[in-house]
């Protein structure tokens, strides 16, 4: 054979070997190989593919928004048990004064016969049970009067005052529903009831308290559906808590725009600001609200809803 009739038999032979296997198309088309066929798409893709972490949901801001409603961080067990009242009472709520007469309220009061059971919140270790004969916990002795404190999980305490029976000792490990007590009027109380505080980071520190209304489980109204809870935030234009400011809460159950209950308050005491929020209503139900918040001469108006169950935070900006 020549060079040229071996060069040609060559040729013939990858040509047949290269249109049996692959058909090439024109760009942007799909390729086939041995009949499978490849979208274009996927072979210009790289061959390994990153991570895709979903972008999460932005939390709601009620900096930016007339209000937000969250679900709070209602853990704590109400103290007392229905069908003893379990409500707080609201002429004397955390952080007021009641209009200047008393020492600014370190918690909240629930009024109940003396004897009526005390339960402790949650699961934790009583770390002191007794009178209060000295100054540990408050500026003053006797102050308390018989008084049982609750250490929990992440420096978080429950006291629990007035008590007329204690039923706990120091050191005892408890849990959540524990009876730990009775209800009195022992210490400086008017009238029976319980005197319940929650601290945060130091039990002895008078001032650590926050709002026990912002951890303690929503109550249920007379048709069993938990209460709403109203945080109110009202801030200077640094975004500052301000010391003092006045509101005024009505309820709108319905399109009627009847007033059904209307609620009044000031902003907490300014050295009781522990947290997010300088005013709080507790115990609401679930519906339209129009809060007037009055500072300065000046009235700021919005419209907020309350779910069952919920956490309605709302912050107004004032001068």
């Given at each position: 054979?020549?060079?040229?009739?071996?060069?040609?038999?060559?040729?013939?032979?990858?040509?047949?070997?290269?249109?049996?296997?692959?058909?090439?198309?024109?760009?942007?088309?799909?390729?086939?190989?041995?009949?499978?066929?490849?979208?274009?798409?996927?072979?210009?893709?790289?061959?390994?593919?990153?991570?895709?972490?979903?972008?999460?949901?932005?939390?709601?801001?009620?900096?930016?928004?007339d209000f937000c409603i969250t679900d709070g961080h209602f853990i704590l067990q109400r103290p007392i048990h229905p069908p003893a009242n379990d409500l707080v009472d609201e002429t004397y709520l955390y952080g007021s004064t009641a209009n200047g007469t008393r020492e600014p309220h370190h918690g909240v009061d629930i009024a109940n016969q003396s004897g009526t059971p005390v339960y402790a919140a949650a699961n934790g270790t009583v770390i002191f049970a007794g009178p209060d004969k000295e100054a540990v916990y408050c500026p003053w002795p006797n102050f308390y009067g018989n008084l049982v404190v609750l250490q929990h999980k992440d420096d978080l305490f429950t006291l629990y005052a007035h008590l007329s029976k204690i039923d706990v000792a120091a050191g005892q490990i408890v849990g959540a529903g524990t009876q730990i007590g009775e209800v009195g009027k022992t210490g400086v109380a008017i009238g029976s009831h319980l005197h319940f505080e929650v601290r945060s980071g130091d039990a002895q520190d008078y001032f650590a308290t926050q709002n026990p209304e912002l951890w303690l489980i929503p109550a249920k109204d007379t048709n069993g559906k938990p209460f709403g809870t109203l945080m109110i935030s009202v801030v200077d234009e640094g975004g500052k808590l301000v010391n003092y400011a006045e509101f005024t809460l009505r309820y709108y159950p319905d399109q009627s725009q009847k007033v059904v209950k209307s609620y009044y308050g000031v902003t907490y005491s300014a050295d009781m600001m522990n947290g997010d929020e300088n005013a709080l209503q507790g115990e609401l139900s679930a519906g339209r609200y129009r809060i007037a918040i009055e500072r300065n001469g000046k009235v700021y108006e919005r419209w907020v809803e309350v779910e069952s169950g919920g956490l309605t935070q709302v912050v107004f900006v004032v001068k």
């Open positions: 054979m020549t060079y040229q009739f071996m060069k040609r038999i060559l040729n013939l032979f990858l040509l047949f070997v290269l249109s049996s296997c692959a058909r090439i198309e024109v760009a942007g088309t799909p390729i086939v190989v041995n009949t499978k066929v490849i979208p274009t798409s996927t072979l210009l893709a790289p061959t390994s593919f990153p991570t895709v972490t979903p972008t999460a949901e932005i939390p709601c801001d009620p900096s930016n928004v």
